[in-house]
Structure formats: C-alpha cells, structure tokens
C-alpha cells in the first residue's frame, strides 16, 4: 500500500468514525468558547466547543476537550475528529502551533509534509494541499478551535 492510499484511508476512517462528534456539556467552572465556521464555497460548517482544564501545564491553560458537530465533506469532518482527538492535553500554545504547522503545510501545494511521530494523523492531509479548493475545508475546525482557544483564555 502506498502513503498516499494509506493517508486516503486515515482520512475516510476519520470522517466515519469521529473524534469528538457531538458538542459536550462544558464542566462546572471551566473556561469555554464555542466558533462556529462556515465554507460558503462548497457549504461545509462546524460549530466547535473548546473546553480548557482547570489546571496549568508549565504555567499555561490546557485543552481538556474540543467537541464539535458539522456538516461536510469527508475531509472537513475528518480533519475536526484528528483535531478532537489529539488536542486534549495540549498547552494553547501547543494548539496554535500545531494549527500553524497545519495551516502551513496545507498551503504549501505538497512542499510541506509533517513528520508523523511528532504530528500523527494530521500528516494525511498532506495530499489535500495540491487541491487549493480542499484547502478550506481541512482548516474549518482548525480555525475555529484556533478562534476558540483565544476567546476561552479572556474569560
């Protein structure tokens, strides 16, 4: 099997079997935001929750959990389950900087590609960066956890 049939299946399993499908009650006392993002392009949308612990790692808040519900193809989908499933226990600078790797490496057109032993599954989108019109798809809930982390902090 090739690495390109290997990241189309990593992508297809995520979008059928979601991480984090279905907004989660935030807990008593923890700090939220939910961002809602809209593709008028091809009509995908993701309404995100953020939910940052109560604790602090290294001085700085956590995501305990992101939840989301949305509507789209199967890569917007896809990419919110490797989003929720791997952001819990991240710093958000953590996040932002997994979210900028992210965004680079979709917006390169393939001259980026992410490690996988640092970055996971988020390295299957790399075949999404030669299509420029997938491009948006792949960042919807990125963006929104990207907006939704920063309004969580202020509160």
Same mark, same amino acid.
């Given at each position: 099997?090739? &690495?390109?049939? &290997?990241? =189309?299946?990593?992508? &297809?399993?995520?979008?059928? +079997? #979601? /991480?984090?499908? !279905? ?5 008593? !006392? ?6 809602? +993002?809209?593709?008028?392009? @091809?009509?995908? %949308?993701?309404? &995100?929750?953020?939910?940052? *612990?109560?604790?602090?790692?290294? !001085? =700085? ?7 989301? %519900?949305?509507?789209? @193809? *199967?890569?917007?989908?896809?990419? $919110? *389950? ?6 819990? !226990?991240? /710093?958000?600078?953590?996040? =932002? ?5 992210? #965004? %680079?490496?979709? #917006?390169?057109?393939?001259?980026? /590609? ?8 988020? $390295? $299957?989108?790399?075949?999404? *960066? ?6 948006? @798809? ?11 982390? #920063?309004?969580? =902090? /202020?509160?």
């Amino acid at each position: 099997m090739s &690495l390109e049939a &290997l990241y =189309q299946d990593i992508i &297809l399993e995520h979008s059928k +079997q #979601r /991480t984090g499908d !279905g907004l989660i009650e935030v807990p008593a !006392g923890h700090r939220s935001a939910d961002n809602h +993002q809209y593709n008028p392009t @091809c009509g995908d %949308e993701i309404n &995100l929750r953020l939910v940052l *612990s109560d604790e602090l790692k290294d !001085g =700085q808040p956590v995501v305990e959990s992101i939840s989301w %519900e949305g509507d789209g @193809c *199967s890569i917007s989908m896809a990419a $919110a *389950s490797v989003l929720s499933e791997m952001a819990p !226990g991240m /710093t958000v600078d953590e996040l =932002q900087s997994h979210v900028d790797a992210f #965004r %680079e490496m979709l #917006r390169s057109r393939g001259k980026v /590609t992410l490690d996988e032993e640092e970055y996971g599954d988020m $390295a $299957a989108f790399a075949g999404v *960066s030669k299509f420029m019109a997938r491009v948006k @798809c792949a960042m919807l809930s990125w963006v929104a956890a990207e907006e939704a982390s #920063r309004e969580a =902090q /202020t509160k």
